[in-house]
């Protein structure tokens, strides 16, 4: 009796812990699978038959998506580069650009994985390093909107770090979005920079409305007259009145249809756009190199107003303490840069011709003609069965380079290899026979230089 008692009870306890066991397990799948069915979590993440595509035969084949992001990077470059010859286009090397962020309840949407708030955050920090990157005369501050109201996270600064750092600790969603509250905000802002300065703001709104205290069309005119640039990148739908802002100051609108497609939207905003006519006068601008500050002598820093031990640099005209370049001297106001920074915005007056696809032989006697290795990596151009794989050449230099090289030099590089170690050889060549060039020839009469070529470059 005892002994069956205590089997009894031993059995109701073990089916207790196995109820237990399985109610975890469902409150586990339901939390991992979203309240998803088993079906549907299957393909939640995967979404397989977006790798699929019907080739000429009607039969479906994996998509290459090295080749076609390849392909729209090309038909960019094209259009960029077409636009840009049918017109002379000048374009603002330094730019003021606010990022506004629509950190309303609309944020929180889960339509983009695992929210709007954290893909756009993501996409922020990349789009920031790639500004300073392209950009390294400009700056950036950040604006966010929430409850209805909008707030300055970050004032314009050179500091991509920064920036980061304190976006990512204010991700948080809540209230209404106010696209007059972050206009009117931005134009206090933007109002106070130099006329040489390109006046932008990037909206990247989440919400289907708008919570306004007043009329928003006298906020757009106000923009219009501050030549304020504005553009808006849309999560969910078109909106009329994000549409109008962008035409009547000169923006773009664009509405992401994915993560991917959001992220080349943000990216396009990264080099500088045509600047406006009115801007388009040339200025003289002051500008300081500061040298770097000797390492152990402790300072008082300008910018963060606290004592530093070395490092930073010292403004030529005041002698006060900065951090970071770039920057403006917060005693004298004089435009503070680096050589290097100013070197490397010139690639933009002067882009890389872009390169001409290769056509692929199609008699195989005619493969011989083409390189078997990439000028720039030096990778093999053949695939596994010794045929050609899609590659492009310089039409100036008429090396060929594969499609990895060809999108890292104009994107990265802003420099063709084969150009570049052509025009060394060259200048290689004129100096050691300098009486081959003509305006040699013609000086030499003033120099009063002998028929040796060593002694002549010495002179």
Same mark, same amino acid.
């Given at each position: 009796?005892?002994?069956?008692?205590?089997?009894?009870?031993?059995?109701?306890?073990? @089916?207790?812990?196995?109820?237990? *066991?399985?109610?975890?397990?469902?409150?586990?799948?339901?939390?991992?699978?979203?309240?998803?069915?088993?079906?549907?979590?299957?393909?939640?993440?995967?979404?397989?038959?977006?790798?699929?595509?019907?080739?000429?035969?009607?039969?479906?084949?994996?998509?290459?998506?090295?080749?076609?992001?390849?392909?729209?990077?090309?038909?960019?470059?094209?259009?960029?580069?077409?636009?840009?010859?049918?017109? @002379?286009?000048?374009?603002?090397?330094? @730019?003021?650009?606010?990022?506004?962020?629509?950190?309303?309840?609309?944020?929180?949407?889960?339509?983009?994985?695992?929210?709007?708030?954290?893909?756009?955050?993501?996409?922020?920090?990349?789009?920031? @390093?790639?500004?300073?990157?392209?950009?390294?005369?400009?700056?950036?501050?950040?604006?966010?909107?929430?409850?209805?109201?909008?707030?300055?996270?970050?004032?314009?600064?050179?500091?991509?770090?920064?920036?980061?750092?304190?976006?990512?600790?204010?991700?948080?969603?809540?209230?209404?979005?106010?696209?007059?509250?972050?206009?009117?905000?931005?134009?206090?802002?933007?109002?106070?920079? /130099?006329?040489?300065?390109?006046?932008?703001?990037?909206?990247?709104?989440?919400?289907?409305?708008?919570?306004?205290?007043?009329?928003?069309? *006298?906020?757009?005119?106000?923009?219009?007259?501050?030549?304020?640039?504005?553009?808006?990148?849309?999560?969910?739908?078109?909106?009329?009145?994000?549409?109008?802002?962008?035409? *009547?100051?000169?923006?773009?609108?664009?509405?992401?249809?994915?993560?991917?497609?959001?992220?080349?939207?943000?990216?396009?905003?990264?080099?500088?756009?045509?600047?406006?006519?009115?801007?388009?006068?040339?200025?003289?601008?002051?500008?300081?190199?500061?040298?770097?500050?000797?390492?152990?002598?402790?300072?008082?820093?300008?910018?963060?107003?606290?004592?530093?031990?070395?490092?930073?640099?010292?403004?030529?005209?005041?002698?006060?303490?900065?951090?970071?370049?770039?920057?403006?001297?917060?005693?004298?106001?004089?435009?503070?840069?680096?050589?290097?920074?100013?070197?490397?915005?010139?690639?933009?007056?002067?882009?890389?011709? /872009?390169?001409?696809?290769?056509?692929? &032989?199609?008699?195989?006697?005619?493969?011989?003609?083409?390189?078997?290795?990439?000028?720039?990596?030096?990778?093999?151009?053949?695939?596994?069965?010794?045929?050609?794989?899609?590659?492009?050449?310089? &039409?100036?230099?008429?090396?060929?380079?594969?499609?990895?090289?060809?999108?890292?030099?104009?994107?990265?590089?802003?420099?063709?290899?084969?150009?570049?170690?052509?025009?060394?050889?060259?200048?290689?060549?004129?100096?050691?026979?300098?009486?081959?060039?003509?305006?040699?020839?013609?000086?030499?009469?003033?120099?009063?230089?002998?028929?040796?070529?060593?002694?002549?470059?010495?002179?």
């Amino acid at each position: 009796m005892n002994s069956f008692s205590y089997r009894e009870i031993n059995n109701g306890d073990g @089916r207790q812990h196995n109820r237990e *066991e399985e109610e975890d397990d469902e409150e586990e799948d339901e939390g991992n699978g979203r309240g998803f069915d088993a079906w549907e979590r299957a393909y939640a993440d995967d979404r397989s038959w977006e790798s699929l595509q019907e080739d000429e035969s009607g039969l479906l084949r994996p998509i290459d998506n090295k080749t076609l992001y390849h392909a729209q990077y090309r038909r960019r470059l094209r259009s960029l580069s077409s636009a840009s010859t049918s017109a @002379r286009i000048q374009k603002g090397l330094i @730019r003021y650009l606010y990022i506004v962020i629509d950190l309303s309840r609309a944020a929180a949407e889960m339509d983009f994985k695992p929210s709007r708030m954290v893909v756009v955050a993501k996409h922020i920090e990349a789009f920031i @390093r790639e500004f300073f990157d392209q950009n390294p005369l400009s700056q950036i501050g950040l604006i966010i909107i929430k409850d209805g109201v909008a707030q300055c996270l970050t004032d314009l600064g050179g500091s991509p770090e920064s920036h980061v750092k304190i976006l990512m600790g204010r991700l948080e969603c809540s209230g209404d979005s106010s696209l007059q509250n972050a206009l009117d905000l931005v134009h206090e802002y933007l109002c106070q920079i /130099p006329s040489y300065g390109h006046r932008e703001v990037l909206i990247l709104y989440s919400a289907l409305s708008t919570c306004d205290p007043g009329d928003i069309m *006298e906020t757009i005119q106000k923009c219009k007259k501050s030549k304020i640039r504005c553009s808006v990148i849309g999560l969910s739908a078109e909106i009329f009145i994000c549409k109008y802002l962008c035409q *009547e100051t000169g923006g773009s609108y664009s509405v992401a249809i994915d993560e991917s497609h959001l992220k080349e939207l943000v990216l396009e905003h990264a080099p500088p756009p045509p600047a406006i006519a009115e801007f388009a006068i040339a200025n003289l601008i002051k500008m300081g190199f500061p040298q770097r500050a000797a390492e152990g002598v402790i300072s008082i820093c300008s910018c963060h107003k606290e004592a530093k031990v070395g490092g930073g640099y010292i403004c030529p005209r005041c002698k006060a303490r900065i951090c970071e370049l770039p920057t403006e001297c917060c005693i004298c106001g004089l435009t503070l840069v680096s050589s290097p920074h100013l070197a490397r915005s010139f690639h933009h007056l002067f882009p890389i011709t /872009p390169f001409e696809d290769v056509s692929l &032989p199609i008699i195989p006697n005619n493969m011989h003609k083409l390189p078997k290795k990439c000028f720039g990596c030096q990778q093999s151009l053949r695939d596994p069965g010794n045929k050609p794989i899609p590659c492009v050449v310089c &039409p100036k230099c008429k090396q060929h380079f594969c499609l990895d090289c060809d999108i890292y030099i104009h994107e990265s590089l802003h420099n063709c290899p084969g150009c570049e170690s052509f025009s060394q050889s060259k200048l290689a060549h004129n100096l050691k026979y300098p009486q081959q060039l003509p305006a040699f020839a013609k000086a030499q009469d003033q120099l009063e230089i002998t028929a040796d070529p060593f002694q002549a470059r010495d002179q």
